[in-house]
């Protein structure tokens, strides 16, 4: 595997201006009203705070939501932000997350499908839909068939990962991948950007749920965060194994 470019999953500055590249990649034929409906969730579906209620800032939306069908691969990733912040706080977090990676990165939303605080709340990060398939901008090569879930916050190594966050993760990871699919497997993705780790049209074989380093150089999500990946994965299979 040759070297890429380093990155960051993001880097601590106000209100976390984002530096890791990640442009959506337009697929053809985005599927709209053509779309399947979706077939019955591995899990319950958690509590999520929509946008509505987060006060997003829906102006800032360059183009509508595009979807790309069945969720193959959980990304989990971290934002950058300090983790002193009160809970409280994470609705303005997230709009000047939103304002950052629009005006900042110059995306048509917010990359991440999903953001969780460190208390375990879940809300709606790119808008589209949180039942339908859309596709982020979180994961360079792999937005489309995945879902990018963000922990709010950085992760270096020896810093506490909060219970309440990695069940959150768990909770809306469960619920959005598709059932027939494994959180302590292995599926197959195509990369669709030779941007990531591997080339454009290449095979590549990845963990269920997977670290955003998996498919980029970059730090995300942290040390501390990427080793707490199996117990995610565990406590994704718990939950599903509740709604049998």
Known sequence: MW????????????LAFLVFRDA??????????????????????????????????????????VYTGTVKAVFVHHTGHTNAYDCADAPGMLRAMEEAHVRGEGWDDIGYNFVV????????????????SVRGAHATGFNAHSVGIAALGT???????????VEGIAKVGAWKLDRAVDPRGIVRMVSTNDESLYRRGEVV????????????????????????????????????????
């Not at 077939?39 to 360059?62: F, N, Q, T, Y």
């Not at 605080?117 to 339908?132: I, L, S």
């Open 24 to 65: 959506p990649v337009r697929l053809a034929a985005p599927a709209r009203a053509t779309a399947k409906p979706a077939s019955p969730a591995g899990a319950e579906r958690p509590a999520i705070v929509s946008r509505a209620e987060w006060h997003a800032d829906e102006s800032l939306v360059k183009e509508d939501a």
């Open 205 to 244: 074989y990845l963990h269920a749920v997977a670290g955003h380093r998996d498919t980029f150089q970059t730090y995300c999500p942290g040390e501390a965060l990427y080793a707490q990946l199996p117990a995610i994965r565990a406590e994704m299979v718990r939950l599903r194994a509740l709604k049998r």
């Open 3 to 14: 070297l890429r470019r380093t990155a960051v999953c993001a880097m601590v500055v106000p």
């Open 155 to 165: 992760f270096d190594p020896g810093v506490p990962v909060p219970k309440a966050l």
């Open 117 to 132: 605080d460190r208390c375990g709340t879940v809300y709606e990060g790119r808008a589209g839909g949180v039942g339908r």
